[in-house]
């Protein structure tokens, strides 16, 4: 889970620009002239559960308990069908009265807070690297997506090449393990299971393949 202060450098050192979506902002990210990543940046609300030796009657250990938490949460929930990968947890907006778990007198407080977020879509443009060969395509990963699958037919031309270092070929360039990869999305479906999204890419187009 990234923090709010090492996104903005990322912010600052690639450039972006905000459009505003009700309750969500988009960020996009340039790598390069033909690439983009776009953030999304969500307010979201749920139930952060603490144990009542983190209470106190100032309420400062308290916010920072539910800030832990909520980290801890973010990052074991992983992602959702509806925003997509979680990234980083921007801001705390809302702390609301908490519930007491009577068998634990642990609490329940409904928090309300932004959260940085990435969901592949068809169309998009992404780099990433390969990361597993096989003889019928490659799996790529890129960023916290980590199933993207591109066939050989979707590779515009390149051949498989067997042997101890397994390897995808064309006249000009190969693609073998670790080669980062610029391609596009094709389609993409959620695994509730996984908790994670399960992308299919192509190569074969203008300005897509190994960088």
Known sequence: MILQSQLHVFHESMGHFIL????VTQHVLYFGRYSAMVFLEAEMSWNVLISPS????????LRKAI?????????????????GYYIAVNRL????????????????????FTCITHKPMKGDIMVGYVDRILKHGVF???????????????????????????MFMNDHSKLEKDTAVRFKVMGYRW???????????????????PV
Request: aromatic content about 6%; cysteine-free.
């Open 20 to 23: 505003p979506r009700n309750t």
């Open 54 to 61: 983190q209470l106190d009657r100032k309420g400062l250990l």
């Open 67 to 83: 800030i832990v938490r909520l980290l801890e949460d973010v990052t074991n929930r992983r992602a959702s069908k509806e925003h």
């Open 93 to 112: 907006k809302a702390i609301s009265e908490g519930k007491v778990r009577e068998l634990t007198g642990d609490v329940l407080f409904p928090v309300t």
């Open 140 to 166: 790529l990963k890129s960023g916290p997506v980590e199933s993207i699958f591109m066939a050989e037919k979707s590779m515009g031309g390149y051949k498989y090449i067997g042997g101890e270092n397994p």
């Open 191 to 209: 695994m509730e299971a996984d908790r994670q999204f399960q992308l299919l890419a192509t190569i074969a187009g203008d300005f897509l393949g």
